[in-house]
């Protein structure tokens, strides 16, 4: 994981632009003004001050947060993967709970580690998947009582009739199968009703034991931009037009999983990296635009699918790739779509870091991964 984290700070300092550290928190739009709250220490003192900064244009991208649906003590008792702290306490717990296995197991031979993920999208698909190998490379590391595929029981459930929705059913067919060579139990048409501290129950009434259980069911936008005077949709997102400007403010636009943004044919822009990707860009060349020329950028924003990779593990991934022509687009599966996936994975590196440093990068990572542990063995 910090492997992998680019600060915004030394993105700031190597691009020629200012990174403030602070949670933006209301917005005075007649005076073009924001405010950025205080910043405390962990004792709770007040490190810095609440600022104001104004504004020329501003731009929202705060992202998504998980979207429990009222589902009672799902926020309570599940981990979900909004950021790097998150996936750190997943990991530190599902350290533990193997180890308390481990010493289990020669009193009690049935022993093992129960783990549901709820939310079958490609998020809880690759959460599955990587668990499923990296609780392998654990037991390489002294978990010697511990079998990795029938001990650490892994479960998949699933609202919707199929993991993976909005991907084509060749696509959810494979991931099923893939995960369940992996012996991952995928159970679809399963409605969560409420969660205890130790079981998921849903609405058959059938009770899943757990001892880590994951929210990855669904996402929504932050609560503060409901309270910014702003129009948002009921999920909390902020209505943009077709050129990402925020719905009657002139000089508020908003891009990525924050910003509700139709497209022609009324469905809206999907909440995923590529399209935060596309609209940073467009919005990027409309301001050069504006600026240069003092007029607006005629062209609207058009959201464009590449088609979507899910990650299976380190030697495998599915999905497809939609091309130029006629909307068509191209099943992968195995290690040309393991290979496509690192590929992005590169390109997304290279648009932020340049090549050389990712090259660069590319190669200490293959000699870090022959000279050290898979996993991060440390409680
Ligand atoms: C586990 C996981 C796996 C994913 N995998 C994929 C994938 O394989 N492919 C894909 O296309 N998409 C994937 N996504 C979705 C993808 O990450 C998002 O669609 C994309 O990051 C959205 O970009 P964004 O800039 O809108 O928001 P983010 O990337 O979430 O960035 C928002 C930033 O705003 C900051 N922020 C939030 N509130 C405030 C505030 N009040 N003040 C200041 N800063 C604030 C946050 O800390 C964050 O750094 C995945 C998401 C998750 C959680």
């Not at 981990?79 to 180890?99: V, Y």
């Not at 609780?135 to 990795?148: A, K």
């Not at 090259?359 to 990572?365: D, M, Q, S, T, V």
Request: proline share 4%.
């Amino acid at each position: 994981m910090h492997r992998e984290g680019l600060p915004y700070a030394m993105l700031a300092h190597q691009n020629d632009f200012t990174f403030i550290y602070g949670s933006f928190s209301r917005l005075d739009a007649k005076n073009k003004i924001i405010v950025v709250s205080a910043v405390e220490a962990h004792s709770g003192n007040e490190i810095i001050p609440e600022r104001e900064l104004s504004y020329s244009k501003l731009c929202i991208a705060v992202g998504s947060t998980s979207h429990y649906f009222n589902t009672p003590g799902a926020a309570e008792n599940t981990i979900s993967l909004n950021g790097p702290g998150d996936a750190e306490q997943f990991r530190r717990e599902m350290l533990k709970q193997m180890t308390w296995a481990e010493n289990q197991k020669e009193r009690t031979p049935d022993v093992g580690v129960d783990v549901i993920i709820i939310g079958g999208g490609a998020t809880g698909v690759e959460l599955a998947a990587e668990l499923r190998e990296a609780s392998s490379r654990y037991l390489d590391y002294g978990f010697r009582q511990l079998d990795p595929s029938k001990d650490i029981r892994i479960t998949l459930l699933e609202g919707a009739p199929r993991i993976l929705p909005p991907l084509p059913e060749r696509v959810a067919a494979t991931a099923t199968k893939l995960l369940e060579e992996r012996h991952i139990k995928v159970v679809p048409a399963c409605r969560v009703e409420r969660i205890t501290r130790d079981q998921v129950i849903d609405t058959s009434g059938q009770v899943y034991p757990y001892q880590i259980c994951v929210w990855a069911a669904g996402i929504k936008a932050p609560a503060f931009l409901a309270k910014l005077g702003l129009p948002t949709t009921p999920s909390g997102q902020l209505e943009v037009t077709n050129r990402l400007q925020v719905k009657g403010q002139a000089d508020i636009y908003a891009i990525g999983d924050c910003a509700a943004c139709v497209m022609a044919d009324g469905s809206r822009v999907p909440p995923r990296a590529q399209a935060a990707h596309q609209q940073a860009d467009y919005l990027y060349r409309s301001f050069i635009y504006e600026h240069r020329r003092g007029q607006s950028v005629r062209a609207a924003y058009i959201y464009r699918d590449y088609g979507s990779l899910v990650s299976l593990g380190m030697a495998s991934s599915v999905g497809t790739l939609m091309g130029s022509l006629k909307g068509r687009s191209w099943f992968v599966r195995g290690g040309l779509a393991r290979m496509l996936y690192v590929s992005l994975h590169l390109l997304h590196h290279g648009a932020v870091l340049g090549w050389a440093r990712t090259c660069g990068l590319a190669i200490a990572r293959v000699l870090v991964r022959r000279n050290t542990a898979l996993v991060k063995l440390h409680y």
